[in-house]
């Protein structure tokens, strides 16, 4: 069992920056991924960013790449999701997932969810 726990998540300028954590908590050695998505209102959730657990192997969806980075430490089983440049149609509920079986874009190959993060880009 993981327990995933996102934080982070605000309003913010378009242009600007935010942060946002999943802390991850039970038998996270199990999990081979760690894995962002978003759902904006009205829109079906999409695949963001994934880290892989053995070497921090990384890969972005083309909306993102170049503008966020997913990140982890190990030492307190948390991923971070940092975001710049940060545009209004990044608004969205964000969640962390943890994958046990691989590290693609499907929400079916992820296993964990958390309960997400709001986050607001607007002027």
């Known amino acids: 069992q993981v327990q995933l726990v996102e934080s982070g998540g605000g309003l913010v300028q378009p242009g600007g920056s935010l942060r946002l954590s999943c802390a991850a908590s039970?038998?996270?050695?199990?999990?081979?991924?760690m894995g962002w998505f978003r759902q904006a209102p009205g829109k079906e959730r999409e695949f963001v960013a994934v880290?892989?657990?053995?070497?921090?192997?990384?890969y972005y969806a083309g909306s993102v790449k170049g503008r966020f980075t997913i990140s982890r430490d190990n030492a307190k089983n948390t991923v971070y999701l940092q975001m710049n440049s940060l545009k209004p149609e990044d608004t969205a509920v964000y969640y962390c997932?943890?994958?046990?079986?691989?590290?693609?874009?499907?929400?079916?190959?992820?296993?964990?969810w958390g309960q997400g993060t709001q986050v607001t880009v607007s002027s």
């Open positions: 997932a943890a994958g046990l079986r691989g590290w693609g874009t499907p929400m079916s190959q992820y296993d964990y």
């Open positions: 039970g038998r996270t050695f199990s999990s081979y991924a």
């Open positions: 880290i892989r657990w053995s070497d921090s192997s990384t």
